[in-house]
């Protein structure tokens, strides 16, 4: 009974069918994308307020369904702003028009002039609300979710957000002492209700991010790192990062294979020159890598070779015991075999050892070769301006944005992906053989 | 211009023979437009709670209600000394003024890299973050993305002063030689502020110089020294001492000990937390304070040396020795930077320098807004309780009267030239605008840009606190040839005296820290075109180090 192998995607030898393979595999990665919508989801809410001019659509109001990703200022004509204490001691905001109330929740708020100024947390302006045909509703506006009647509200609710920026900063700060109290007692004058025209109103849909799982200053949504793309793509150059990064990988591959292959194969060879190397080749296994940076910099200088050689280090002391191992591995009755035809050592290497070893040792490069994107920000952090994967993580978790971090991540998956299935072809077309093996 | 040419002759014969009656006239016309300038502390007029931004949902620090232990991350600096004297060492314990006076614990604990520091702060393991100002403002944009996570700063804890500095090869005598060279620093870090500050400062675009970066400063000292290609790095004690005393050929080109303004401590709290816990706050900021007066206990001082020594991992000796590399700051001091609206070294104008600086080196499109993040209500009560009246603001440098020749023998750490449009053999800075006819219209100003220039240069001296700063006043050579250089050389003295005294005046800088000079037109701005006068026409604010006096 012959067992069916099919060509492995994923680069693992399975007796699945391809289909199933794909759909097996893509599951648990679905899933954890799943679990990373679910941590970073927070509550919407659907907000009430007056019409008013938002932010870049100063002629026309928004088209219905227009969808704000960053924060946007909504100046309210003819609006005052009220604090309120409430009976648990904190603040109450709200937003007066028209003899109308609408409660702003935690939308940060201050009187401009005669109008109110609110900065509109990033949502979806959904269009404008119909209005009822007979009497206009008088009744304060509430926001229509449960949500936010519920949500405690904040002690610390504060109502201006002046933007010192703007202003010389000898001025002083005279225009911040315009004080809400004198707006609060201008509105209580401003007649109950002007029937006359129905006050427009509008409906604006925006997410908590407070009551996400996961806080948004930890882990972005997929929708935030997503949108981020284009931004890192372009502006940060995110294709010439990646190319940079694999080229030192690459380059750094190339010198420690060039300096562990040699090596391996003495080692296999002449035991006293095994003898010799094995010490320093377990130690090796267990140096702390990140340790070394600076040591790499004293002796290669802070430019490409530096990158270059810290990676090749990472790689040798990988490929080294494996590509030993595997030539030990080889059976002895195949040596025994060579010897006794009378072979020399050199007979024995070229046509016992590394016929035999080398489809392992393959195996052992390709799986090695992952290495190198591990210590990609180690090897980039010295000299971060020249470009590389690691440098824009390390820039990003320092000033942001943090989605950046998971999209160069995602970026690595997927540069891996191709890169390993290049190593599969070339396996394949070397040993041809292995293929059929099992 | 010929027109104009005439008016000058004529004035400036005005002016050599009635020059004392004009510079009356002058004298009087200076104080005019700066009414406000007479009181030395200028409070802010805003509520802290106004301008900050509110805090939404439910609390996601981790608290135990009955443990009561506040997580402080602290980093290896010295400028922690008195909150581990106040703690009674690194581990949460009951011996500790927050415990004994204000009913908690406090976890100090050594997170040294600020972006775990940051992390650990963000997802609510810690409930303070350490950094310096210029980090806030890294960090503040990302933090605030969630409103529970955005920082609150109520208290300085110290002015780095010698922890931080630029060590450079011999050939460089002033940041005017860095033009061109190549500078290793950690990027996003106090280092790249530093020497972005100075290089911005000095005149020198950014995109002048080659940058190498690094992710610490440790490593940056190491590239300098191991590569010899790169002219200058930025660093902290004690590598930017070491390495000159080490490696042949390089110098300190300058450190916080003169820049001791500069660099700025503080630690922030969650607003979730500040929020739910203003009295614990209030205990951390007290108990710091209280921290710096135990430390003038010798005994005291020792104990907080090993404790220091013990949670950083170092001996006693090194820890002692890195006490210099910064200045605790105490109640007094503290009340300067976040009240005092008009000092040149308030929370404000480093946040406002910090902000410049970064948009400058494109490291930050926009910048919070410092009355979001800055909040001074603890300090308003403790001023109101009383409880440190007895801390005075002794971190005052002191000046000898020295003059220009003098300093000048040294080259300065960093020159600033400014452009100030003085009207035609004017040495107002404030003079008004002119109608057609030579008549001054009122409530103008000939240089609109004046209050900012004098913020600039205000920015700098205050920064420098330690230093003595020259100004020295020129003028153009138009008129060369045809008057004689006295009265030229008189008008760009009266020019840089008015300078120093508008300086004086508004940020209330001790007169003996500068020194003044008219060149006249003697040293055109650009060798290579002497004849362009518009830039000739300037004044340079020059900063030399303390020694030279």
């Known amino acids: 009974m012959k067992l069916t192998l099919h060509e492995n995607f994923f680069g693992i030898r399975t007796g699945v069918k391809l289909v199933d393979q794909i759909i097996l595999g893509v599951i648990p990665i679905f899933l954890i994308f799943l679990l990373w919508v679910f941590v970073t989801s927070g509550k919407t809410v659907t907000i009430i307020l007056p019409e008013g001019t938002f932010e870049g659509f100063e002629k026309n109001p928004p088209p219905e369904g227009t969808l704000f990703r960053e924060k946007v200022r909504l100046t309210i004509d003819n609006s005052t702003h009220e604090l309120k204490d409430s009976a648990n001691d904190s603040l109450l905001s709200y937003l007066l028009k028209d003899g109308e109330k609408f409660e702003l929740g935690h939308i940060p708020a201050r009187p401009f002039g005669k109008s109110v100024r609110l900065t509109m947390p990033p949502g979806r302006y959904i269009g404008r609300e119909k209005l009822p045909p007979a009497k206009p509703d008088k009744a304060p506006a509430k926001p229509d979710s449960e949500l936010l009647k519920t949500a405690p509200v904040s002690e610390n609710v504060s109502e201006s957000t002046p933007d010192l920026d703007t202003i010389p900063p000898n001025n002083d700060h005279q225009a911040e002492a315009a004080s809400p109290s004198t707006e609060v007692a201008a509105a209580s004058t401003v007649p109950a209700a002007s029937t006359v025209s129905p006050l427009l109103k509008f409906k604006y849909r925006y997410e908590i991010v407070e009551t996400r799982l996961i806080s948004p200053s930890m882990l972005p949504s997929p929708g935030e790192v997503y949108r981020s793309l284009p931004s890192l793509w372009s502006d940060r150059s995110l294709p010439k990062n990646i190319l940079y990064s694999f080229l030192r990988v690459g380059a750094g591959f190339v010198v420690a294979f060039l300096i562990v292959f040699p090596m391996a194969l003495l080692m296999g060879t002449f035991s006293k020159f095994k003898a010799l190397i094995a010490p320093l080749m377990l130690f090796g296994g267990y140096l702390p890598i990140p340790a070394l940076v600076p040591l790499f910099m004293i002796l290669f200088g802070t430019n490409e070779l530096q990158k270059v050689m810290f990676l090749a280090f990472g790689f040798a002391i990988y490929l080294l015991p494996l590509f030993v191992k595997y030539l030990d591995e080889v059976d002895n009755v195949y040596l025994q075999t060579g010897y006794t035809l009378g072979a020399n050592k050199f007979q024995i290497l070229n046509n016992i050892l590394l016929p035999i070893a080398l489809p392992n040792m393959f195996d052992a490069m390709r799986l090695g070769f992952g290495i190198g994107w591990g210590y990609i920000i180690l090897a980039e952090m010295v000299d971060m301006g020249s470009f590389g994967v690691g440098t824009l993580i390390l820039t990003s978790q320092r000033r942001g944005p943090r989605e950046d971090i998971y999209l160069v991540l995602i970026a690595i998956v997927i540069m891996a992906f191709i890169t390993d299935k290049i190593w599969d072809k070339v396996g394949q077309q070397l040993f041809p053989y292995r293929s059929q093996k099992r | ?549």
């Open chain 2, 1 to 549: 211009m010929y027109l104009r040419g005439k008016l000058f002759l004529v004035i400036m014969a005005l002016l050599a023979f009635c020059c004392g009656a004009l510079q009356a006239q002058e004298a009087a016309v200076v104080e005019a437009p700066d009414t406000e300038s007479v009181t030395t502390v200028k409070e802010y007029k805003f509520v802290p709670r106004e301008t900050l931004p509110p805090v939404q949902g439910t609390s996601a620090y981790k608290w135990d209600e009955k443990e009561k232990i506040v997580v402080f991350p602290i980093n290896v600096w010295a400028g922690w000394l008195p909150i581990i004297a106040a703690n009674n060492g690194f581990a949460p314990n009951e011996d500790s003024i927050f415990f004994k006076k204000y009913g908690f614990k406090v976890n100090l604990k050594l997170i040294d890299d600020p972006v775990v520091a940051r992390d650990s702060f963000a997802s609510g393991e810690s409930h303070v973050l350490w950094g310096t100002l210029d980090m806030m403002v890294l960090f503040a944009s990302e933090l605030m993305k969630d409103s529970r996570t955005a920082p609150r700063i109520f208290q300085q804890v110290d002015w780095s002063s010698g922890g931080d500095g630029i060590v450079a090869r011999s050939k460089i005598r002033s940041v005017a030689d860095l033009k061109g060279k190549t500078i290793v620093y950690a990027q996003n870090s106090p280092s790249q502020y530093f020497i972005s500050n100075l290089l911005i400062n000095a005149g020198i675009g950014l995109d002048e110089v080659t940058h190498k970066y690094t992710s610490t400063a440790f490593e940056a000292a190491a590239a300098f020294v191991s590569d010899a290609s790169i002219d200058a790095c930025v660093s902290w004690a004690p590598d930017i001492y070491t390495i000159p005393e080490k490696i042949a050929g390089t110098r300190i080109l300058t450190t916080t000990a003169e820049a001791n303004k500069l660099i700025a401590d503080v630690w922030a709290a969650r607003a979730d937390f500040a929020r739910d816990k203003p009295e614990i706050i209030k205990g951390l900021v007290a108990g710091i304070f209280e921290g710096m007066d135990m430390l003038e206990n010798p005994t005291t001082k020792a104990q907080a040396f090993q404790w220091m020594a013990d949670g950083y991992g170092m001996k006693v000796e090194d820890v002692k020795a890195m006490e210099a590399d910064s200045h605790s700051t105490n109640f007094a001091e503290n009340r300067e930077f976040f009240m005092n609206a008009n000092n040149p070294t308030n929370f404000e104008r480093t946040w406002k320098s910090i902000a410049y600086v970064y948009n400058q080196a494109g490291l930050v499109k926009e910048a919070v807004p410092f009355n979001q993040i800055m909040d001074f209500t603890i300090m308003e009560e403790l001023e109101k309780d009383g409880q440190f009246k007895h801390h005075k603001d002794n971190y005052v440098s002191k000046f000898v009267p020295t003059t220009y020749s003098k300093v000048n023998a040294e080259a300065p750490i960093i020159t600033q030239t400014v452009r100030i449009n003085f009207y035609p053999n004017s040495a107002n800075i404030y003079e008004p605008a002119h109608d057609l006819t030579g008549n001054a219209i009122a409530n103008t100003l000939y240089d609109p840009n004046i209050e900012a220039t004098l913020e600039k240069v205000a920015r700098l001296v205050g920064a420098y606190d330690r230093a003595v700063v020259a100004i020295t006043g020129h003028t153009d050579s138009s008129m060369k040839g045809k008057i004689p250089e006295k009265i030229v050389k008189d008008l760009s003295m009266n020019r840089a005296e008015a300078v120093k005294k508008a300086l004086v005046d508004k940020y209330k800088f001790d007169a003996k820290k500068f020194v003044v000079e008219g060149e006249g037109w003697n040293k055109p701005a650009d060798l290579d075109n002497p004849m362009n006068q518009a830039l000739n026409r300037r004044v340079e604010i020059s900063v030399f180090p303390p020694e030279s006096n």
